[in-house]
């Protein structure tokens, strides 16, 4: 079974930074394109960042497109968002998962089991 810690949320001021860390193990890490997904209660997880198994090509949605940066490094089965520039609407639970499609606001996580998360808050 896939098992996912993310680490590195915080409380930060508005147009501060923050990096975070998922740590991945239980599947072939190098095999599977990485997201990150953000989620606020009372709405549906949220697909921002995302990078191809081998780390060639990243993609964001519009809302983080130029401040956020994902990245991973394979050989320590870790992936990770570099969060610049934060704004308050930013302010949600982190989470690392499989993804293998994404198109707009829709996207497929082939591995059901989540992380614990990490929680971001931006004050303003």
């Known amino acids: 079974q896939v098992q996912l810690v993310e680490s590195g949320g915080g409380l930060v001021q508005a147009g501060g930074s923050l990096r975070l860390s998922c740590v991945v193990s239980?599947?072939?890490?190098?095999?599977?394109?990485m997201g990150w997904f953000r989620q606020v209660p009372g709405k549906q997880r949220e697909l921002v960042a995302g990078?191809?198994?081998?780390?060639?090509?990243?993609k964001y949605s519009e809302s983080v497109e130029g401040r956020f940066t994902i990245s991973r490094d394979n050989t320590k089965n870790t992936v990770y968002l570099q969060m610049n520039s934060l704004k308050p609407e930013d302010t949600a639970v982190y989470y690392c998962?499989?993804?293998?499609?994404?198109?707009?606001?829709?996207?497929?996580?082939?591995?059901?089991?989540w992380g614990q998360g990490t929680q971001v808050t931006v004050s303003s």
């Open positions: 998962n499989q993804y293998t499609v994404w198109s707009g606001r829709s996207y497929y996580t082939p591995n059901q089991s």
């Open positions: 239980g599947s072939i890490f190098s095999d599977h394109a």
């Open positions: 990078i191809t198994a081998g780390g060639g090509i990243t």
